[in-house]
């Protein structure tokens, strides 16, 4: 155990990546020993006692370019845990907080460790009405699924509008966006490439659920009216078929790239529709709108899905987790339990 008193001098367990002979390119993670003083520096120390595992956690654990910025890491963006010390006035040893973003666990060190060293302005009071597993299965991935839907409610779309499209539905973004969408009283369509998961996610509130196949190669720039709006994941050929087939005055929030970076569209969605193209950020999104997210989520979401969705691992086991997670063999989310 990690004891307050003797945390400066105690070494606890943590996923470590470090650079090549280059210093550039990052080496897949393996477990170390390290203590505080080898952690990015900040103003608050927790024991992180939950984490989860996105899809960008996957990649670093794995190696891939692009990700980890700054070497040595401690890989992990979601922090869940309890303030161990603090040097600002907003929190306190004891307080149960929650991070997501900010570049933790990619240029700052982050989650996959005992111990998290961070800065008190990235920091969220954990809600009470959320456990600290709830929390971790909410995570960035549904976070960023809350923020989608908040982008779409801003714009006007309401149910009387039409469904709503969900690409990546089995993953973490996708299954949260359907549990909030239907909860909201939504019609979604419900795209992935794991059609056998129908039941799972008509469970969870999806009116449809059809394979992703037809949204990831090249379709017509402007096609037939099918959806309100969409929440995507994906980027490239399934972002520019979700626009291609929007509804007039229809919506798309765009928040990851798993299918690819580039978007090979046509404007025609836009100018002859008036197809708009929400984009959604949940790295740097300001402070306000994340307390604004966490208190939507603790309205809207259906705990008793996110349990449904949610399955439990241990700190040990996350990098094979992640492996799979990369392969598409990873339904809904993972919660992390570190000990």
């Known amino acids: 155990m990690i004891w307050r008193e003797g945390l400066a001098m105690s070494e606890f367990d943590a996923l470590w990546i470090e650079a090549d002979e280059s210093g550039r390119k990052p080496l897949p993670a393996k477990w170390n020993k390290v203590t505080v003083d080898q952690l990015s520096d900040g103003d608050v120390t927790v ?12 990649l670093a654990l794995a190696g891939a370019p692009g990700i980890t910025r700054k070497f040595p890491m401690v890989p992990g963006i979601d922090v869940v845990g309890e303030v161990l010390t603090s040097e600002s006035d907003r929190f306190k040893p004891g307080d149960q907080v929650i991070l997501n973003g900010y570049g933790v666990g990619e240029v700052h060190t982050g989650a ?8 008190s302005e990235w920091l969220l009071h954990r809600p009470e009405e959320l456990s600290a597993a709830r929390a971790a299965a909410i995570g960035t991935a549904g976070y960023t699924a809350m923020l989608c839907v908040m982008a779409l409610e801003k714009y006007g779309l309401t149910p009387d509008h039409g469904p709503i499209a969900v690409s990546g539905a089995s993953g973490g973004v996708g299954s949260v966006a359907i549990s909030l969408l239907s909860k909201l009283g939504f019609e979604t369509i419900a795209f992935t490439g794991r059609t056998e998961e129908a039941d799972f996610l008509k469970g969870l509130g999806a009116t449809q659920v059809l394979d992703r196949a037809e949204l990831v190669e090249k379709g017509k720039p402007f096609g037939k009216e099918r959806w309100a709006g969409a929440v995507d994941v994906a980027g490239s050929h399934t972002l520019a078929n979700l626009l291609a087939q929007t509804n ?3 919506a798309v929030a765009a928040c990851g790239l798993a299918q690819g970076m580039d978007l090979p569209a046509s404007v025609m969605p836009f100018i002859l529709r008036g197809v708009a193209l929400l984009g959604v950020d949940s790295v740097m999104a300001p402070m306000a709108l994340r307390e604004q997210a966490y208190r939507r989520l603790v309205q809207d979401l259906d705990l008793t899905k996110l349990d449904t969705l949610s399955e439990t691992i241990k700190l040990a086991d996350v990098k094979e987790r992640a492996a799979k997670l990369l392969k598409g063999q990873v339904r809904g989310r993972t919660i992390v339990e570190v000990e």
């Open 248 to 250: 007039y005055g229809g």
């Open 47 to 58: 024991k992180v006692t939950h984490t989860t595992i996105n899809y960008k956690d996957g």
């Open 112 to 119: 996959y460790a005992q111990v998290a060293r961070l800065k």
